[in-house]
């Protein structure tokens, strides 16, 4: 049972950093930097193909959080030496998520610390008077797991062919960063326990504002993105009234699930619980044990160490950012959303790998995790009308895809596209060769081709290829093009037009780019009628 929660909890996890040692591609590295930040000097490096990258790695953008677990983060003691910004920071404090094998290109562990609230930062030029997107990564993981140092994130071919600032960062995540205390304690120090890891966000933001002009970026043109649990932030940032005017457009990629934060009952229910298992009378006996005797406690709790996020506690986040409509604080941000085709051909794939070979008649069992039992026949005899080619396993992977991630990404980009920004739709397509092809296009393959970073990701797209770079010159220049304008059309994608629930107008990313109407439309209008809002738990 150990293991298998341990497996799963990494797949959710994706990518984060303890797993196996990498060989990452070649950058190369010259001469130190110095960034005047506000709070003091950090010396970075010149990287990248061609030496004109500065990188500042762990910069600090808040204080310390140990002895003060469960409070704000403040401002950090100002320096005079420049501190080391050549290596990242501490990773915040999460579960051990086992490995992941298709991951092991991005792994890069950090260790952890309560010492964790550090920024990463790639530009091509300081107080140059240039002013260039700056595109703030928010990492996947859920709100549980990951940090800004994965190979995968690094932003060096990103800043090089997009003449962009990019920037990655840590901020505190599960019981950390999302235990709700307000009702379980007056104590004004925990009032905004339960949204900690979303106010970290804010305030690395606001450092992003303060430093633009340092970094050589502008602070009018800002973009959040990020991937499955990143696009879950991107998606609560939208909707939380002080991050208004620290970001001005945002991309979700695999990750609109959360388009409803956790409401105050069922979030103090878990915070109670989290007490209750740690052996602990009052929230300060909670904030005072040891840092992993407090991990220990909560895969032991309810929340199993996994079930986590944003509380709408009516003070950092006032409503749903997606339910029952588009949040108004962002009425005015363009989006661009989309998904993967087989995302759960990884986690309910290499997790479960009896499911590439189902047969008909275990389907019917296999489906009522995802799909209320009484439309489970209903759904089935649908899937097969609409994909005749289909095996058994592909009916699940694709229902299950559709209900965890597909849906929520219409549903958000339905919504959104009642505002006056316009709203973008993709889904990826193309294939990876690894474990033989089976996985299809899982979650979290995008992120190789956003950040152009083929070369660190072979262990999930296959060795390098023109086929791969072919993909990162597609979505990376999309993604480029969108920070810049709001618009991620290019010369080389078709005319893409804005979405809206009458055209559907997808544009999909494969070898060959189509702009489709409607993809899959026998599949969507049977699976939005029968399916729940929201992922299956």
């Known amino acids: 049972m150990k293991q298998a929660f341990k497996s799963t909890l990494a797949l959710a996890a994706l990518f984060a950093s303890a797993l196996a040692p990498v060989t990452a591609a070649p950058s190369r590295a010259t001469s130190s930097a110095i960034l005047q930040t506000r709070f003091g000097p950090v010396a970075g490096k010149v990287e990248g193909s061609k030496g004109q990258v500065r990188v500042y790695r762990g910069i600090r953008y808040a204080a310390s959080t140990e002895g003060r677990r469960f409070q704000r983060a403040s401002d950090p003691s100002p320096w005079t030496a420049p501190a080391d910004a050549s290596d990242f920071g501490s990773d915040c404090p999460q579960p051990e998520p086992g490995e992941v094998p298709v991951f092991s290109s991005w792994a890069n562990p950090r260790g952890m610390s309560e010492d964790c609230l550090f920024l990463n930062v790639w530009t091509r030029g300081q107080g140059d008077n240039k002013k260039r997107p700056i595109m703030v990564w928010l990492h996947g993981g859920g709100y549980v797991t990951g940090s800004g140092s994965s190979h995968g994130y690094d932003g060096s071919r990103l800043a090089e062919r997009g003449d962009v600032v990019v920037v990655t960062l840590n901020h505190r995540l599960n019981a950390f960063g999302y235990s709700h205390l307000a009702q379980v304690s007056d104590d004004p120090r925990y009032a905004d326990a339960g949204n900690l890891g979303s106010l970290d966000i804010i305030k690395a933001l606001q450092w992003v504002r303060d430093h633009a002009e340092a970094i050589g970026g502008d602070a009018g043109n800002v973009t959040i993105f990020g991937e499955s649990g990143g696009a879950a932030k991107v998606s609560t940032l939208m909707a939380m009234p002080d991050a208004r005017g620290l970001f001005h457009r945002a991309i979700a990629q695999s990750g609109s699930?959360?388009?409803?934060?956790?409401?105050?009952?069922?979030?103090?229910?878990?915070?109670?619980?989290?007490?209750?298992?740690?052996?602990?009378?009052?929230?300060?006996?909670?904030?005072?044990?040891?840092?992993?005797?407090?991990?220990?406690?909560?895969?032991?709790?309810?929340?199993?160490?996994?079930?986590?996020?944003?509380?709408?506690?009516?003070?950092?986040?006032?409503?749903?950012?997606?339910?029952?409509?588009?949040?108004?604080?962002?009425?005015?941000?363009?989006?661009?959303?989309?998904?993967?085709?087989?995302?759960?051909?990884?986690?309910?794939?290499?997790?479960?790998?009896?499911?590439?070979?189902?047969?008909?008649?275990?389907?019917?069992?296999?489906?009522?995790?995802?799909?209320?039992?009484a439309a489970v026949a209903e759904v089935i005899t649908g899937m097969r009308a609409a994909h005749p080619g289909y095996s058994a396993s592909d009916v699940f992977f694709q229902v299950a895809t559709f209900r965890n991630y597909r849906s929520a990404a219409l549903r958000q980009a339905e919504r959104k596209s009642a505002q006056p920004a316009p709203v973008y739709m993709y889904r990826l397509d193309w294939k990876t060769p690894v474990e033989g092809g089976r996985l299809g296009t899982p979650h979290a393959l995008d992120i190789a081709f956003v950040f152009d970073n083929v070369a660190r990701s072979t262990s999930y797209t296959g060795p390098e290829t023109k086929q791969t770079q072919r993909m990162a010159d597609l979505m990376a220049d999309a993604w480029i093009a969108f920070a810049r304008t709001g618009n991620p059309a290019t010369r080389a994608l078709p005319q893409w037009s804005t979405y809206s629930p009458a055209l559907r107008a997808t544009m999909i990313f494969d070898v060959k780019p189509q702009l489709v109407v409607d993809p899959d439309a026998a599949e969507r209008e049977l699976l939005q009628r029968l399916l729940p809002e929201g992922p299956a738990r």
């Open 257 to 373: 699930m959360s388009l409803a934060g956790f409401d105050p009952r069922l979030a103090s229910a878990l915070a109670k619980d989290l007490l209750a298992t740690a052996g602990a009378t009052t929230v300060q006996d909670l904030a005072a044990m040891p840092m992993d005797a407090l991990l220990k406690a909560m895969v032991q709790s309810r929340s199993r160490g996994g079930f986590y996020r944003p509380v709408v506690d009516g003070r950092a986040l006032t409503r749903h950012p997606y339910a029952p409509d588009a949040t108004p604080v962002s009425a005015d941000i363009p989006l661009l959303v989309g998904s993967n085709a087989n995302e759960m051909r990884l986690q309910g794939g290499l997790g479960q790998p009896g499911n590439f070979a189902l047969t008909w008649e275990q389907l019917p069992q296999k489906l009522e995790a995802f799909v209320p039992a």
